[in-house]
């Protein structure tokens, strides 16, 4: 749960790379040593740092809470990236949501591996605005969770899918990820944005990838939207299964069936079985179970 009133700084953003960068250990790589596993860090949204950065490209943010931040990843062929966009903003408009800018994440890649920069995608930062008549900010997350799955689906199935493919790490009001196929030790120097000093937030969840079940990619670098987890579900393809043969009844008072329709399938192909789980957990909470009683 995140509070703005929770005391917020970038030492908090810094402390937690540093843990990471002392987990390295802990992820891995290839026959490339600066082919990473993947690594990552969530954090609070940090409201000052976007606002002045959207202020550049000419757009003034609404207030906290009052914008949802996703982060995507798209292919690099001009083309496949322009239909990407264009379809995330015809979703945007037939769920009545307006996309006020795109923003190019920085990122230095001196130092990554080939591998994994033979399948980098362009990272980009889109802001949505809140509607009007939306006075629950937990509303507008599940408005921006139905964007993201809306969009996922839609441009899955009708844009050609090269060795990058689209992917969205996050959406949300209140959180952020910065992730990739990355060691460790690359994410602070590979993503700018983590060395300013306005980017601050009250908490950094962090992990390490160490691939097993499934190869090493940028989506699947962790954290995902909710967790960070280390895998190793051996009951997986049994819940995938009890998944499929069940969603098309599920029902919620948060979103209506054709909501719900727009929502499915919940696991898509190609996940790991952490990925796997997040999207569960995802769904669960925002259909109005606390986390905790998800985590049960």
């Known amino acids: 749960v995140v509070n703005i009133k929770e005391h917020k700084s970038h030492k908090i953003v810094s402390d937690a790379l540093t843990i990471l960068e002392n987990m390295e250990h802990r992820g891995a790589c290839g026959c490339e040593n600066n082919t990473g596993d993947g690594a990552g860090i969530m954090i609070q949204t940090p409201h000052e740092f976007f606002f002045d950065e959207c202020v550049k490209l000419g757009v003034h943010l609404p207030p906290f809470k009052k914008y949802g931040v996703g982060v995507l990843f798209l292919p690099k062929d001009i083309r496949l990236k322009e239909e990407c966009r264009d379809i995330l903003n015809r979703c945007a408009e037939k769920l009545g949501l307006e996309i006020l800018v795109y923003r190019k994440v920085p990122v230095n890649p001196d130092d990554i591996g080939v591998t994994a920069l033979s399948v980098e995608p362009e990272i980009e930062q889109v802001f949505v605005a809140c ?92 954290p995902f939207r909710y967790i960070a987890h280390n895998g190793e579900i051996n009951t997986l393809q049994g819940n995938l299964n009890w998944l499929k043969t069940s969603e098309k009844n599920f029902t919620s008072p948060h979103f209506t069936k054709e909501e719900m329709d727009l929502l499915l399938p919940i696991i898509t192909g190609e996940q790991s079985d952490s990925a796997c789980l997040d999207n569960m957990i995802e769904l669960l909470t925002l259909c109005g179970r606390s986390l905790p009683h998800v985590m049960m």
């Open 131 to 222: 509607p009007d008549h939306i006075a629950n900010p937990d509303d507008f997350e599940r408005k921006l969770f139905l964007l993201k799955n809306y969009a996922s689906h839609t441009i899955f199935n009708t844009v050609k899918q090269d060795a990058i493919g689209f992917y969205i790490a996050s959406f949300s009001y209140k959180t952020v990820v910065y992730k990739g196929q990355l060691t460790s030790l690359q994410l602070r120097e590979y993503f700018p944005d983590l060395s300013d000093k306005r980017l601050v937030s009250a908490f950094g969840l962090i992990h390490s990838r160490f691939a097993t079940n499934t190869f090493p990619s940028w989506k699947l670098a962790q």
